[in-house]
């Protein structure tokens, strides 16, 4: 059965960068995109963008140029997301999704001095 | 960004009970509609997809449907296990944009 695997929580300090990944089982890796999802309390679910697994190719919500990149593993079926220049409203539940169908768990990631 | 107007917000209900969750659409989305319901800790599952269509797993108590640019969930004979948030997703145009979503509750 599909599974996507995300990596555990994340706590951060503001300024710095984390890369957390989805790793996919269950399925051809290269046949269908992934997308990341952010979930807060105060803003709900927000659509950061997806990956083209197969190419690489991006496309990416407006409001998270620059502050998300998104990068894949091929040869481990894996999709990577990078969040950069942290700061506390970055706080979250991230999830990637194939396809919006198959959701990984979620990592949690804290942004805190 | 299309714009996803969902409603209630809460929803008090009785086990047994019909009810109905809409989301409203800013622009045309077609049937690029899902529903989504999330449980505490737990990641969204699809319950809905092309805004009739039942997802795997799911019971037949839920279905969809659409008039125009509204989008509704309705689950019959309301169980325990059905008390959740439920989330409308349109995934007609980037970025997809969610319902602010429904929680769904004991009376």
């Known amino acids: 059965q599909v599974q996507l695997q995300q990596s555990g929580a994340e706590l951060a300090k503001p300024g710095s960068s984390v890369k957390i990944s989805c790793k996919a089982s269950g399925y051809t890796f290269t046949s269908y995109y992934i997308s990341w999802i952010k979930q807060t309390t105060g803003q709900g679910l927000e659509y950061i963008g997806y990956?083209?697994?197969?190419?690489?190719?991006?496309n990416y919500n407006e409001k998270f140029k620059g502050k998300a990149t998104l990068t894949v593993d091929k040869s481990s079926s894996t999709a990577f997301m990078q969040l950069s220049s942290l700061t506390p409203d970055d706080s979250a539940v991230y999830y990637c999704?194939?396809?919006?169908?198959?959701w990984g768990q979620g990592v949690m990631v804290t942004v805190s001095s | 960004d299309i714009q996803m107007t969902q409603s209630p917000s809460s929803l008090p209900a009785s086990l047994g009970d019909r009810v109905t969750i809409t989301c409203r659409a800013s622009?045309?989305?077609?049937?690029?509609l899902r529903w989504f319901q999330q449980k505490p800790g737990k990641s969204p599952r699809l319950m809905i997809y092309?805004?009739?269509n039942l997802a795997a797993g799911v019971p037949s108590r839920f279905s969809g449907s659409r008039s125009g640019s509204d989008y509704s969930l309705t689950i019959n004979s309301l169980e325990s296990e059905d008390m959740a948030i439920y989330y409308c997703?349109?995934?007609?145009?980037?970025?997809?944009?969610f319902g602010a979503g429904t929680k769904l509750e004991l009376k």
């Open positions: 622009q045309d989305i077609g049937n690029y």
């Open positions: 997703l349109q995934h007609n145009e980037y970025p997809y944009t």
């Open positions: 990956i083209n697994t197969g190419s690489g190719g991006t």
């Open positions: 999704a194939r396809v919006m169908t198959d």
């Open positions: 092309g805004a009739t």
